[in-house]
């Protein structure tokens, strides 16, 4: 691209002339020397090692068909074959009837006919084809992937489009494919080594597109997008295909998913086709092995669902349908469990759908920037709560919120907390913060930063589903936050399992060296209670204690466990 600008500047371009002919060598070279920096060629063999050595700056090949050694025809084919050479445009000389239609479906872009009697001509034939040439590389250059060489996302649904009505049967399949955890790739491995694995999952799709026809594109860093014309046994043959891409990647660290949209005769245009094979990719967004997913009824009802919820959001606020839930955590430390604060949970209930969980709604809201509002409404609520049960029984409750990744990247995040807990009459330590781990891992710069500022303002950070992010030792040492929150699989075997068990040790090791409290949560049965008591948990929340409760019902819990500590007291 460089060269080509170079050029474009206005520095002369360079033509091979190859002729066996001296004398229709220097005539032509004559035409053309005070535009064009001349080189000259007396047989193929010579013009195919000045190529080679020179392509890169070789702007056009000016060839006679008739030579000794290697004839033009010869050297059009090895050119042709060649990836790097295809590029220079070959003009060919001819004296003879018929030679032109050889030329041309050899590659050649254009014919001179000897003898030259018209310089004009020939000068006008020279600078079009240079300049189709180098268009086309401009072209190519703008519409692929630097990386890949696959098309680019705008062009690859250009084309498509044009595709899709120049000719509609067969009806094209879309196909998604999408590298599992490629952030950890590039993470451990580097940038170029992920680069790598790109360039060799784009290799292979480019190859399966070569075979049946179609188009594919890089469409965002690691996700790939193929338009492949509709085959009945797709299902039958893509778990080949997968293998076959996975294999060439060469690693089998790397696995990938995919999902994809079969043609069902409805006529959806090419992007709706390509929204649905990303649903269905979607779907497997949690799995670690290659796996692919077929777009169906009940990805659709449920994406349904998910625009029916989406939709119905405002209103939901507006009228209060989301209620905020509290659920207890007790600090096992001494001979009994003591209240020592609590967690907020929201529910929704829907006027149509009942009683909604967050785990239906919250990652939908996280897509499109709704989970601030919905969090800022929580924090709201909690804060407002807090503040009335100490007005109302004088009891001071510390509730912690959960901050999700989203709200981590606004950077009025502090402001807004601190304002909140500043109208409920609150210190900031009242409002407690859980962040995920796996937000830590988005993007750990941004966090510390986030988590600094709110520690400055006096808020305290709890690490939300500890284990589950893919947090490194190294950077958990620098990571400012005052407590680590066990994710709830952890806990699940605890009682069965000596590995799960001694796993939950190291873990509380971590939080010890850390120098900060660990609490446990999906705790349900007493024995499970017990085995994390002993290993030197602080804190426990589960249904072993309670379930979320509503405002009412944690505020007689509260009510009767201040009861017994005074009764204890006295
Ligand atoms: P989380 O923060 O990890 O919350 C713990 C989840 O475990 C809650 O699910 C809680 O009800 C459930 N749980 C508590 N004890 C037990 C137990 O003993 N056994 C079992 N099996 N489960 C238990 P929930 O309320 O459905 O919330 C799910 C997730 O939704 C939460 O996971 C949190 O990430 C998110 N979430 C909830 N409320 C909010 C919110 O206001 N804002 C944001 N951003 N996320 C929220
Ligand atoms: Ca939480
Ligand atoms: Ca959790």
């Avoid at 519409?143 to 498509?160: A, Q, V, W």
């Avoid at 909604?356 to 897509?367: A, C, D, K, R, T």
């Avoid at 893919?470 to 399992?497: H, V």
Wanted: charged share 30%; net charge negative; aromatic share 8%.
């Amino acid at each position: 691209m460089q060269e080509l600008f170079a050029r474009r500047q206005g520095l002369h371009r360079k033509i091979l002339i190859v002729d066996d002919e001296f004398i229709e060598r220097e005539m032509l070279g004559n035409m053309l020397s005070d535009l064009y920096e001349i080189v000259y060629a007396e047989n193929g063999m010579d013009a195919l090692e000045i190529i080679r050595s020179e392509h890169i700056t070789l702007s056009l090949v000016v060839l006679d068909i008739h030579m000794p050694e290697l004839d033009g025809y010869s050297l059009l084919k090895i050119m042709h074959a060649d990836s790097e050479l295809r590029r220079i445009p070959v003009i060919v000389l001819t004296a003879e009837e018929g030679a032109e239609v050889k030329s041309l479906q050899l590659g050649a872009a254009d014919f001179i006919s000897k003898p030259y009697d018209m310089p004009d001509v020939i000068r006008a034939r020279v600078s079009r084809s240079i300049e189709l040439a180098e268009d086309s590389v401009i072209i190519h250059e703008t519409e692929r992937d630097s990386l890949t060489g696959l098309f680019n996302k705008e062009f690859f649904f250009e084309y498509g489009k044009l595709l899709d009505r120049q000719n509609s049967d067969p009806p094209m399949d879309a196909i998604v494919l999408d590298i599992n955890r490629f952030r950890i790739v590039n993470e451990l491995y580097g940038k170029s080594y992920g680069d790598l694995v790109l360039k060799r999952l784009g290799g292979s799709i480019h190859d399966i597109v070569k075979i049946h026809g179609g188009l594919a594109c890089r469409s965002d860093s690691n996700c790939f997008c193929v338009y492949v014309p509709h085959i009945d046994d797709l299902k039958e043959k893509l778990p080949g295909y997968l293998s076959e891409i996975t294999e060439s990647v060469g690693d089998s660290k790397i696995s990938i998913r995919m999902g994809v949209y079969c043609d069902d005769g409805s006529g959806l245009d090419m992007e709706h086709r390509f929204d649905r094979a990303k649903l269905a990719c979607r779907k497997l967004r949690n799995t670690y092995q290659t796996r692919c997913e077929f777009y169906n009824a009940e990805i659709h009802s449920r994406e349904l669902h998910a625009e029916r919820l989406i939709n119905d959001m405002d209103k939901a606020l507006e009228e209060k349908q989301f209620k905020v839930f509290y659920q207890p955590k007790y600090s096992v430390l001494g001979e009994k469990p003591v209240l020592s604060s609590a967690e907020a949970l929201v529910r929704w209930f829907h006027p149509e759908f009942g009683m909604v969980s967050p785990g239906e709604f919250i990652s939908l809201f996280e897509n499109n920037g709704l989970i601030q509002k919905l969090d800022r409404y929580v924090w709201n609520e909690t804060a407002a709560q807090i503040a009335r049960w100490k007005k109302e029984y004088d009891i001071t409750v510390p509730v912690s919120v959960n901050v999700s990744r989203v709200d981590v990247f606004d950077p009025m995040l502090g402001d807004i907390l601190c304002d909140i807990a500043k109208n409920n009459g609150l210190t900031p330590d009242k409002l407690l913060l859980e962040i995920t781990e796996s937000a830590y891992t988005d993007d750990s710069n941004q966090i510390i930063e986030t988590v600094n500022v709110l520690r400055n303002k006096g808020f305290r950070i709890e690490m939300d589903d500890f284990g589950s992010g893919y947090s490194s030792l190294n950077m958990l040492t620098s990571l400012p936050i005052d407590a680590l929150k066990l994710d709830m699989k952890f806990i699940r075997n605890i009682c069965s399992d000596s590995k799960a068990c001694r796993l939950v040790e190291i873990m509380i090791e971590i939080a010890r060296l850390l120098e900060v409290p660990v609490i446990a949560e999906g705790v349900e049965t007493k024995e499970q209670m017990e085995v994390l008591k002993g290993i030197g948990c602080n804190i426990i929340q589960g249904y072993y204690f309670s379930k979320p409760l509503p405002p009412e019902e944690f505020t007689e819990l509260i009510k009767s466990e201040c009861k017994e500590e005074e009764y204890a007291h006295n």
